[in-house]
């Protein structure tokens, strides 16, 4: 193991760049620049605020808002810290921020304040002990922020005053957290991320600060190489940094590397393409949703996108059909990215070799991949199809509280724990793995990973509902469609799809939400009497073709 990384912190290379480059922009952010050096002193600074509000060395603080900077900025103060972040979704209601704040025993929250009223909504309930509220604009020069709000451009909330709740603003005016904290990047956590359970309720994953550094170190090191111009490239961050996908690349290829990083709130193609444009970026990642919507753009041809080097693609499987149409377009290649919140970042396309649209690359070299039976968890013959399991010598292997999962989600084999992405791949004759299929219990929806079993578990919540069964229609826009097959009570009256539509809208971030509800008397399952989701799957697979051979 390299005696470097044995010290690595999450934020030990970010230190390193604002001292090199402290004038470079380390972030653009709605056409506004701020330097490593004035990043690192607001993170120092925002720091300093939360430890005067009594956050310590691993309390957990929750970021609960959209790209920005102030998500950055608090990022990297939480990590000077010591303490742990909890990043979730924008999008998430009051009824799911609830359960992972009472599950990771959040006592801090920073939250939008578009967002704050479903932080209140929580606040009697849990063990939340303040909120800290920003809007989008807040750290733009006023007359930006007063354009904004003439033409009702910047989206604002009604905040409370109360004394648990403090204003974003407020915390970057104490003076530098200059402490320093002992920090073991074995056992100290870096964050907790949350993805989806298998008994309904989110798993949260949680993560040191060498678990992330290995795998950061391995894509700059052993991807990106000398094709990254350190302290002069630019790369462009749309997806949500919550994603451990975009975390990991945003610090790889920006902060770790002092470059500039063109942070989007949201993934709007327009502003994206003139952001290509405009500040000349070299690097992008994006979804496979991502690279159709630009695709499908009818402005396309008035952008100049002849910058861009290195496309990388991760998330959901990328259509070949979009592999080949970007290559015509742009006359570069889309490269891949595989991974998940449990195992990091594993694999990757190599940029010295000509990509395939079925690949996924090759492991990194702080990951061991195998394929296996997933019955036998033999391995099975190169060529042959079976479940990746990965493991690295740098992770934690658990999830948080849930003994549980984490049981059916590790194995030991030979002496190692492995991971069971739940994917299915084989390995071609250059080494690298190909995407086959993905568990019947993940949809991938825009890219988003949707658990099967979270939604049902709504719909099961709801009085007249006994049974369902959720599954991932495919969708050439969006990867799948989410959509549920319910059984309800005899006596249930009145009850229709829209009814549970709604009903899951109160309780699930939209992209969980199904987009068809189909009513049946029973469900199939197994003997023991465990669901079969995937004959469910594969009667949508049939019914799909059909209406295509019918056309």
Same mark, same amino acid.
């Not at 006592?107 to 939008?112: A, P, R």
């Not at 320093?180 to 100290?188: G, L, M, T």
């Not at 649209?357 to 990194?364: D, Q, R, S």
């Given at each position: 193991?390299?005696?470097?990384?044995?010290?690595?912190?999450?934020?030990?290379?970010?230190?390193?760049?604002?001292?090199?480059?402290?004038?470079?922009?380390?972030?653009?952010?709605?056409?506004?620049?701020?330097?490593?050096?004035?990043?690192?002193?607001?993170?120092?600074?925002?720091?300093?605020?939360?430890?005067?509000?009594?956050?310590?060395?691993?309390?957990?603080?929750?970021?609960?808002?959209?790209?920005?900077?102030?998500?950055?900025?608090?990022?990297?103060?939480?990590?000077?810290?010591?303490?742990?972040?909890?990043?979730?979704?924008?999008?998430?209601?009051?009824?799911?921020?609830?359960?992972?704040?009472?599950?990771?025993?959040?006592?801090?929250?920073?939250?939008?304040?578009?967002?704050?009223?479903?932080?209140?909504?929580?606040?009697?309930?849990?063990?939340?002990?303040?909120?800290?509220?920003?809007?989008?604009?807040?750290?733009?020069?006023?007359?930006?922020?007063?354009?904004?709000?003439?033409?009702?451009?910047?989206?604002?909330?009604?905040?409370?005053?109360?004394?648990?709740?403090?204003?974003?603003?407020?915390?970057?005016?104490?003076?530098?957290?200059?402490?320093?904290?002992?920090?073991?990047?074995?056992?100290?956590?870096?964050?907790?991320?949350?993805?989806?359970?298998?008994?309904?309720?989110?798993?949260?994953?949680?993560?040191?600060?060498?678990?992330?550094?290995?795998?950061?170190?391995?894509?700059?090191?052993?991807?990106?190489?000398?094709?990254?111009?350190?302290?002069?490239?630019?790369?462009?961050?749309?997806?949500?940094?919550?994603?451990?996908?975009?975390?990991?690349?945003?610090?790889?290829?920006?902060?770790?590397?002092?470059?500039?990083?063109?942070?989007?709130?949201?993934?709007?193609?327009?502003?994206?393409?003139?952001?290509?444009?405009?500040?000349?970026?070299?690097?992008?990642?994006?979804?496979?949703?991502?690279?159709?919507?630009?695709?499908?753009?009818?402005?396309?041809?008035?952008?100049?996108?002849?910058?861009?080097?290195?496309?990388?693609?991760?998330?959901?499987?990328?259509?070949?059909?979009?592999?080949?149409?970007?290559?015509?377009?742009?006359?570069?290649?889309?490269?891949?990215?595989?991974?998940?919140?449990?195992?990091?970042?594993?694999?990757?396309?190599?940029?010295?070799?000509?990509?395939?649209?079925?690949?996924?690359?090759?492991?990194?070299?702080?990951?061991?991949? @195998?394929?296996?039976?997933? =019955?036998? /968890?033999?391995?099975?013959? %190169?060529? !042959?199809?079976? +479940?990746?399991?990965?493991?690295? *010598?740098?992770?934690?292997?658990?999830?948080?509280?849930?003994?549980?999962?984490?049981?059916?989600?590790?194995?030991?084999?030979?002496?190692?724990?492995?991971?069971?992405?739940?994917?299915?791949?084989?390995?071609?004759?250059?080494?690298?793995?190909?995407?086959?299929?993905?568990?019947?219990?993940?949809?991938?929806?825009?890219?988003?990973?949707?658990?099967?079993?979270?939604?049902?578990?709504?719909?099961?919540?709801?009085?007249?509902?006994?049974?369902?069964?959720?599954?991932?229609?495919?969708?050439?826009?969006?990867?799948?469609?989410?959509?549920?097959?319910?059984?309800?009570?005899?006596?249930?009256?009145?009850?229709?799809?829209?009814?549970? @539509?709604?009903?899951?809208? =109160?309780? /699930?971030?939209?992209?969980? %939400?199904? !987009?068809?509800? +189909?009513?049946?008397?029973?469900? *199939?399952?197994?003997?023991?009497?465990?669901?079969?989701?995937?004959?469910?799957?594969?009667?949508?697979?049939?019914?799909?073709?059909?209406?295509?051979?019918?056309?």
């Amino acid at each position: 193991m390299p005696v470097e990384l044995e010290k690595e912190l999450t934020f030990s290379r970010f230190d390193r760049m604002s001292e090199r480059y402290p004038h470079r922009p380390a972030i653009t952010y709605l056409g506004e620049n701020f330097s490593f050096a004035e990043l690192r002193n607001l993170s120092e600074r925002f720091a300093g605020g939360l430890a005067e509000l009594g956050v310590r060395k691993g309390d957990r603080v929750m970021l609960y808002m959209a790209n920005s900077i102030q998500w950055v900025i608090a990022f990297l103060g939480i990590q000077k810290l010591g303490a742990v972040v909890v990043p979730v979704s924008p999008i998430y209601t009051s009824f799911e921020i609830e359960y992972m704040i009472k599950d990771a025993e959040v006592e801090t929250i920073v939250c939008l304040d578009t967002n704050f009223c479903y932080v209140k909504e929580v606040f009697s309930t849990t063990c939340l002990k303040r909120a800290i509220v920003t809007n989008l604009a807040d750290l733009l020069p006023f007359i930006k922020k007063a354009l904004g709000k003439c033409f009702d451009k910047i989206p604002h909330g009604k905040v409370d005053k109360a004394e648990n709740v403090h204003s974003f603003v407020s915390l970057l005016r104490h003076a530098p957290f200059t402490q320093k904290v002992k920090i073991n990047p074995w056992s100290d956590l870096s964050y907790i991320l949350y993805t989806g359970g298998t008994t309904g309720f989110p798993k949260g994953v949680p993560g040191n600060h060498i678990g992330q550094t290995s795998y950061v170190k391995d894509v700059i090191e052993e991807v990106a190489r000398d094709h990254l111009k350190e302290g002069e490239d630019v790369y462009i961050a749309v997806n949500p940094l919550f994603h451990i996908m975009v975390l990991g690349l945003f610090l790889a290829l920006g902060l770790n590397k002092g470059n500039r990083t063109i942070l989007m709130p949201a993934p709007q193609v327009d502003a994206i393409l003139e952001s290509i444009q405009r500040y000349r970026v070299r690097w992008m990642l994006g979804v496979p949703a991502l690279y159709r919507m630009i695709l499908e753009n009818d402005r396309l041809d008035q952008y100049r996108l002849d910058s861009l080097a290195y496309c990388y693609c991760g998330g959901d499987k990328l259509p070949v059909e979009i592999f080949r149409r970007w290559k015509e377009h742009t006359g570069i290649p889309i490269y891949q990215v595989y991974g998940s919140t449990e195992a990091g970042h594993v694999t990757y396309s190599r940029i010295e070799r000509d990509p395939k649209p079925t690949t996924i690359g090759l492991p990194l070299r702080s990951r061991e991949c @195998i394929v296996v039976d997933p =019955e036998t /968890l033999e391995k099975v013959p %190169v060529g !042959s199809v079976g +479940e990746l399991l990965v493991t690295s *010598p740098y992770t934690l292997k658990s999830y948080w509280k849930k003994p549980e999962e984490t049981k059916s989600s590790y194995v030991v084999i030979e002496g190692k724990t492995y991971y069971r992405m739940g994917d299915f791949v084989k390995q071609d004759e250059e080494g690298e793995l190909v995407y086959v299929e993905r568990s019947a219990d993940i949809i991938k929806h825009k890219a988003y990973r949707v658990s099967a079993s979270e939604v049902e578990a709504a719909l099961q919540d709801h009085p007249t509902v006994i049974g369902a069964c959720v599954v991932g229609v495919p969708d050439m826009k969006v990867g799948e469609r989410v959509k549920a097959i319910v059984v309800l009570k005899e006596d249930a009256r009145g009850v229709g799809g829209a009814d549970l @539509i709604r009903w899951c809208r =109160e309780r /699930l971030a939209p992209y969980k %939400v199904p !987009s068809y509800i +189909e009513f049946r008397d029973m469900l *199939p399952k197994s003997k023991v009497g465990k669901l079969l989701r995937r004959e469910i799957r594969e009667e949508e697979r049939r019914r799909l073709q059909k209406e295509k051979f019918e056309i």
